[in-house]
């Protein structure tokens, strides 16, 4: 079974894929709890087929890009996961997650924009349904557009992304449908971040001693 699991965004979303489709999922939009929220919610995708961690074959994680601390959560957790119980590890850009949504709502050429805090989005352009440039992370005025846009960027920015398509949010069933298909690239579990955390370790003063 393929545990897929995406905590890039504001939602903590987790599925469970049997090869053939997704038999459990669980989702919870609760900003800032990421790391309370995740181990529960695996935790009960399993309880409800009957299946137990060793059941698990693979993990796969939303890579972002996305804000530091909850796009974390998800990341080392599924590493963990993946190393504890000798299985593979991967990951999908989550963007690409959103845009695999909005193709199979019948979208083609579209843009895709998450919320990325500071007044920016992340975002990716789509043409044919393949990524075509990005991911970015760019105000919404410099890349306000009259395309299609998918993603919670254009709830937040209309004025820049007037015309607005669902999905808002990440579907872990997705990721797990992008994962088992093949659909957009896979990728190593580590986090797109596209800029530098807030939390950074302070230089020392010009002339300081660095202790040993």
Same mark, same amino acid.
């Given at each position: 079974?393929?545990? #897929? =699991?995406?905590?890039?965004?504001? $939602?903590?979303?987790? !599925?469970?894929?049997?090869?053939?489709?997704?038999?459990?999922?669980?989702? &919870?939009?609760? %900003?800032?709890?990421?790391?309370?929220? =995740?181990?529960? !919610?695996?935790? &009960?995708?399993?309880?409800?087929?009957?299946?137990?961690?060793s059941d698990v074959t693979a993990v796969a994680a939303g890579a972002g890009p996305g804000p530091f601390t909850g796009l974390?959560?998800?990341?080392? /957790?599924?590493?963990?996961? %993946?190393? !504890?119980? #000798?299985? @593979?590890?991967?990951?999908?850009?989550?963007?690409?997650?959103?845009?695999?949504?909005? *193709?199979?709502?019948?979208?083609?050429?579209?843009?895709?924009?998450?919320?990325?805090? $500071?007044?920016?989005?992340?975002?990716?352009?789509? %043409?044919?349904?393949?990524?075509?440039?990005?991911?970015?992370?760019? $105000? @919404? +005025?410099? &890349?306000? /557009?009259?395309?299609?846009?998918?993603?919670?960027?254009? *709830?937040?920015?209309?004025?820049?992304? @007037?015309? $607005? &398509?669902?999905?808002?949010?990440? +579907?872990?069933?997705?990721?797990?449908? *992008?994962?088992?298909?093949?659909?957009?690239?896979?990728?190593?579990?580590?986090?797109?971040?596209?800029?530098? @955390?807030?939390?950074?370790?302070? +230089?020392?003063?010009?002339? !300081? *001693?660095?202790?040993?």
């Amino acid at each position: 079974m393929l545990l #897929g =699991l995406d905590t890039a965004t504001t $939602r903590v979303t987790v !599925a469970l894929h049997d090869g053939e489709r997704v038999v459990a999922q669980r989702t &919870a939009d609760e %900003a800032m709890r990421h790391g309370e929220l =995740l181990a529960p !919610a695996i935790e &009960a995708v399993l309880a409800e087929v009957g299946a137990l961690p060793s059941d698990v074959t693979a993990v796969a994680a939303g890579a972002g890009p996305g804000p530091f601390t909850g796009l974390r959560v998800g990341l080392v /957790t599924a590493r963990t996961m %993946a190393f !504890a119980l #000798g299985v @593979p590890a991967y990951a999908v850009c989550t963007l690409d997650v959103l845009a695999a949504e909005a *193709v199979d709502a019948g979208l083609e050429d579209f843009v895709v924009a998450t919320d990325a805090r $500071r007044k920016e989005v992340y975002l990716a352009v789509y %043409a044919g349904g393949v990524r075509t440039a990005g991911p970015v992370v760019t $105000r @919404p +005025s410099d &890349a306000a /557009t009259e395309a299609l846009v998918v993603g919670r960027g254009g *709830v937040l920015y209309p004025e820049a992304f @007037p015309h $607005r &398509a669902g999905p808002e949010l990440p +579907s872990a069933a997705v990721l797990c449908d *992008v994962v088992v298909g093949e659909r957009y690239e896979l990728v190593d579990p580590e986090p797109m971040y596209l800029r530098r @955390p807030d939390a950074q370790e302070l +230089s020392p003063p010009p002339g !300081a *001693v660095r202790p040993r």
